[in-house]
């Protein structure tokens, strides 16, 4: 589980000041993943709700991450 908690710091670190100076895009292109889509819209709310989501998970009930934990019990 502290992979996934790191992984998810690194994104949400990384999320925090790029998405709302991307105008929260719809999708990402390119070799990284770090290109504005051709034609992808703007202020999307499933983009939102992804980084909010990651929010959740990581500063309101970081318990709840334990959903997202694929391995065997």
């Given at each position: 589980?502290?992979?996934?908690?790191?992984l998810?710091?690194?994104?949400?670190?990384?999320?925090?000041?790029q998405?709302?100076r991307?105008?929260?895009?719809?999708?990402f292109?390119?070799p990284?993943g770090?290109?504005?889509?051709?034609q992808?819209?703007?202020?999307?709310?499933?983009?939102?709700?992804?980084?909010l989501?990651?929010?959740?998970l990581?500063?309101?009930?970081?318990?709840?991450?334990?959903?997202?934990?694929?391995g065997?019990?």
């Amino acid at each position: 589980m502290d992979q996934m908690h790191e992984l998810l710091e690194e994104s949400y670190r990384s999320q925090l000041s790029q998405l709302p100076r991307q105008e929260w895009a719809e999708y990402f292109d390119g070799p990284t993943g770090a290109w504005i889509g051709q034609q992808a819209r703007t202020y999307q709310t499933w983009t939102v709700v992804g980084f909010l989501l990651m929010h959740h998970l990581l500063r309101v009930k970081p318990s709840d991450a334990t959903i997202l934990d694929l391995g065997t019990t």
